[in-house]
C-alpha cells in the first residue's frame, strides 16, 4: 500500500474514531451550565488535510496539535445556497444560522439583515471582539458585527462596528478602509511591494471616529501590549497583514503583530467583564496561501494558528465556563499529503507537488499536491473543549454552529 493511501486511511480511521465519541453526549442535549465565555477560532480555507499536514510538521507522527486534542468533534457540510461556498456566506451561516448568497455579510438569502452570535452576545452584557491576520473588515470578521449585501463594501462594515454591533476589541489588517483617499494614515500608500495598496475608505475617518466613540487606537506590537482599557481598534497592515503573489512567487506571511499576541490580548482585555465575553479569532494565511497552493506558508500560518489556540485553551482550563471551537469555514487548494515519490506525477504551474517537508521528530518527509488553487466543497472538522463542546458532535450543516453556541451560552435566537 502507497504511504499516501497510508495516510489518508489513518486520517479517516482518525475522524471515525473521534466522531464515535458522541455515545458520551447527546448533540441536542443541552449543557447543565452556561457557557459564560466563547472563544471561536476560523482557519480560513483549512481541511482535514491542512490539520494534518500541520500536525506532520509541528510534531510528527506521535504528537497531535493543541486544536486536536480536544474532547469533542464535528463534521461541518460546508455549502451556501450553493454547493461550494466562499468566506462571506460560510461565516454568516456561522454567525447568523442561515444558509446565504456567496458574497453575503449577515444577509440571508433575500438580502435581509440576520441577528448575528455577537449582536445576541453584545445584547445580554458580555463583550465582543474580532481578530484577524485579514483585513478585519474581511468576509470572516464581517459577517459576525455587520450587514451589507456585497462584503466588498468594507469601509461600510466597519462603520457598522462602531455605530451598530460597538464591538469592543478589533485586532487585524485593513487600515485602507479607516482613512479616506488622500489619508494614508500609519501605512504608506503606494508601495513599492504593493503600488495598489492606498486608503480607499468611503465613511470619512473611521480612526478619528473611532477615537471619539472611546476606543484606544493602536498600529503596532509595542502600543498593542501596553494598551489599557476595554475597548481597542488595532489595524496593522494596508489590507491583509502578510502579502501573496500568483502561484507563490513573492509571497511573505510576517505579520507586524502575530495571531498568538493579538489573541492573548483580546482574551485579557474582554476577560475583565464579569458577565463574559464572545470572541471570533481567524488566521487566514491558511487560506490565501492554499490558493496560491504555497504549503509551505499555508503550514507556517497554521502553526501560528496553533499557538493561538493553545492561549485559549490555557485561558479555558482556568476559566471552565469557557468554550473554545476550531472550525474552517470552507476547505481551500483540495490538498493532499502524499509520499516523496519521483516518478509521481507533480503538475506543473500553481497546482504542483509542493514539498518536501520534514515530518517533525522523525526522518520522514512528505509532499503536499494540490487539485485546484479555489475552495472546494468537502466537509471541515470541528474541535470543542469547555462548557457546552458536547454539542458540537457528529456531522451537522455549518448554521448548526449558530445553533449550539446560542444553546451553549443561553441566549434566545432573533429573527
Not at 511591494?193 to 468611503?202: A, L, V
Request: net charge positive.
Amino acid at each position: 500500500m502507497k504511504k499516501s493511501t497510508v495516510l489518508k486511511t489513518a486520517l479517516a480511521l482518525t475522524v471515525a474514531t473521534t466522531l464515535s465519541m458522541s455515545s458520551f453526549a447527546n448533540a441536542k442535549e443541552a449543557p447543565k451550565k452556561t457557557a459564560k465565555n466563547v472563544i471561536l477560532f476560523v482557519g480560513d480555507g483549512m481541511g482535514l488535510a491542512h490539520r494534518d499536514a500541520i500536525r506532520l510538521a509541528s510534531v510528527g507522527n506521535k504528537g497531535d496539535l493543541a486544536m486536536n486534542k480536544m474532547p469533542y468533534a464535528g463534521l461541518v457540510h460546508t455549502s451556501s445556497t450553493t454547493t461550494v461556498t466562499d468566506s462571506a456566506a460560510a461565516a454568516t451561516a456561522m454567525a447568523s444560522g442561515v444558509k446565504t448568497y456567496n458574497g453575503a455579510i449577515g444577509v440571508d438569502k433575500n438580502k435581509k439583515s440576520v441577528k448575528t452570535i455577537l449582536e445576541l452576545a453584545k445584547e445580554s452584557g458580555k463583550s465582543t471582539g474580532l481578530v484577524t491576520t485579514s483585513q478585519i473588515t474581511d468576509a470572516t470578521p464581517a459577517a459576525f458585527g455587520a450587514h451589507v449585501t456585497n462584503r466588498s463594501a468594507q469601509s461600510d462594515i466597519a462603520k457598522q462596528y462602531l455605530e451598530k454591533s460597538k464591538v469592543d476589541v478589533l485586532l487585524g489588517g485593513g487600515e485602507d478602509y479607516w482613512y479616506p483617499a488622500g489619508n494614508p494614515g500609519t501605512y504608506p500608500d503606494k508601495l513599492a511591494k504593493d503600488p495598489t495598496e492606498q486608503s480607499k475608505g468611503t465613511q470619512g475617518n473611521l480612526v478619528n471616529k473611532a477615537k471619539k466613540l472611546g476606543y484606544k487606537y493602536i498600529t503596532n506590537e509595542k502600543e498593542l501590549k501596553k494598551a489599557k482599557g476595554n475597548k481597542l481598534l488595532g489595524l496593522f497592515a494596508n489590507e491583509e497583514m502578510f502579502e501573496q503573489r500568483p502561484e507563490g512567487e513573492g509571497d511573505i506571511y510576517d505579520p507586524v503583530v502575530s495571531l498568538p499576541t493579538m489573541t492573548k490580548k483580546a482574551i485579557d482585555t474582554l476577560s475583565k467583564n464579569k458577565k463574559g465575553f464572545f470572541l471570533m479569532v481567524e488566521e487566514e494565511g491558511i487560506d490565501e496561501m492554499a490558493h496560491e497552493n504555497n504549503a509551505k506558508l499555508m503550514l507556517k500560518a497554521g502553526k501560528q494558528l496553533d499557538k493561538s489556540v493553545e492561549i485559549a485553551k490555557r485561558f479555558a482550563k482556568k476559566h471552565p465556563d469557557t468554550l473554545v471551537l476550531v472550525v474552517a469555514d470552507h476547505e481551500c487548494g483540495g490538498l493532499t499529503i502524499e509520499e516523496v515519490n519521483a516518478s509521481d506525477e507533480s503538475g506543473d504551474g500553481i497546482s504542483k507537488e509542493d514539498g518536501p517537508f520534514k515530518v517533525a521528530n522523525s526522518k520522514d518527509q512528505f509532499v503536499i499536491d494540490w487539485t485546484t488553487s479555489g475552495h472546494t466543497a468537502a466537509d471541515v472538522p470541528l474541535t470543542a473543549m469547555g462548557k457546552g463542546a458536547e454539542l458540537f458532535n457528529g456531522f451537522y450543516e455549518n448554521t448548526h454552529i449558530y445553533d449550539a453556541m446560542v444553546q451553549a451560552m443561553g441566549l434566545k435566537k432573533k429573527r
